[in-house]
């Protein structure tokens, strides 16, 4: 059993940046954040593998978002730059058995965290 928590989230302005953070209770293997807007499904934003070798990243998010880990620390962060009112949401932070590569469906993730709140004001 892995417990996840996210904190980082807020209200920002368009252009600004947040860094999202999620803490594992133990070890984990692929992360993923993934982001749900009311009325909306709940999909992948970013995700990692368990070293750090391979990631993936949402179409409407690369360039602007990054994915990192610490296996050290057990921590997976999430640094959104330059942030667009669509990117409101509650962000999620989730684990994976999967090791080798950067999980990208929601079905590959078996642990949850609760979820921080991202809202960009235009």
């Known amino acids: 059993q892995v417990q996840l928590v996210e904190s980082g989230g807020g209200l920002v302005q368009a252009g600004d940046s947040l860094r999202l953070s999620c803490a594992a209770s133990?070890?984990?293997?692929?992360m993923g954040w993934f982001r749900q807007a009311p009325g909306k499904e709940r999909d992948v934003v970013a995700a990692?593998?368990?070293?750090?070798?391979?990631?993936y990243y949402a179409h409407s998010v690369k360039g602007r978002f990054t994915i990192s880990r610490d296996n050290a620390k057990n921590m997976v962060y999430l640094q959104m730059n330059s942030l667009k009112p669509e990117d409101t949401a509650v962000y999620y932070c989730?684990?994976?058995?999967?090791?080798?590569?950067?999980?990208?469906?929601?079905?590959?993730?078996?642990?949850w965290g609760q979820g921080t709140q991202v809202t960009v004001s235009s």
């Open positions: 133990g070890r984990t293997y692929g």
């Open positions: 990692i593998s368990w070293n750090g070798g391979t990631s």
């Open positions: 989730a684990a994976s058995p999967i090791q080798y590569t950067a999980p990208t469906g929601r079905y590959d993730y078996n642990y």
